[in-house]
Every structure is written in structure tokens, then in C-alpha cells.
């Protein structure tokens, strides 16, 4: 005999991967790893509000990282005499925040179940490559790597 469907909707149901729940738009096997991965165990759908705020700052805060990195330092560092150890903390540190808005705001798009979570996913993928190529000459330019 089947649960009621409002026993299975309660909210201390877990919906962390639980085969037809019907609380997310998709329980597909790469949807309950990516929840499982993210530790999104229940739905939140006030959170696709935060979702997008957090998506507008984890772009702005990349911004600012580009504008920084490749405007600024460039043209500020010959001009104050200032040597790379000076610019390679900044954008190390720029990288690191701009990685922790990323996965908060792909959190939050998993939380919120939000219907474009996978394309968010994606695009934030490629941004933590880039991201990632950005640290790793930030650290040569240091002489760690």
C-alpha cells in the first residue's frame, strides 16, 4: 500500500535522492548525484530568489576579478614600481571569492529546484576552469608553481 501523497511531501521526508519524489522536477540519476554532491537535501523554493541574487554577485564579484586583474594591476604596477608579489595576492584572493559566490549560487539553484539548474551548472563549470587557469599562473607568477 502506497504512502498519501501528502505523507511522502511532508518535510522531514528526504527528498536528498529518494526515487519519485515529487517535490523536484527531476529525480534522473545525475540530478540526485549533483543534490548529493551540493549536500541539497530538501527543497526550498524561496530560495530561487537568493539563487539569482547570489548568480548576479558571483558574476559581478568575476567582474571586478577581470577588471582588477587585467586593467588595473597591469597599468598600476609599472606605474607605482610595484612587482608582481603585490598583484598575484589580489587576484589569488579575488579568485578564491569569486569560487565560493559560484558554488553558493549553484547551491542555491539546486536548492531552489530551478528549472534552468543545469545551464547555471554549466556555465559556472566553465567559470571555475577559468577560474582555475587564473590561480594557477597567479601562482606561477608568484614562483609557488
Known sequence: MTAPETDRATPDHDA???AGDPRFRSDAAADRVMRRLLRVDGLDPSASTGAHRAFRTSVLVSAVR???TYLLIPILVPLLSLSG????????VLCVIAVVNGVVSV???WT????RRWVYTGFMAVVFVILGVAMVSE??????M
Open 16 to 18: 536528498g535522492g529518494v
Open 66 to 68: 577581470c577588471l582588477i
Open 85 to 92: 608579489w603585490v598583484a598575484a595576492p589580489i587576484g589569488i
Open 107 to 109: 547551491r542555491r539553484f
Open 112 to 115: 531552489a529546484d530551478h528549472p
Open 139 to 144: 601562482l606561477h607568477r608568484m614562483g609557488v
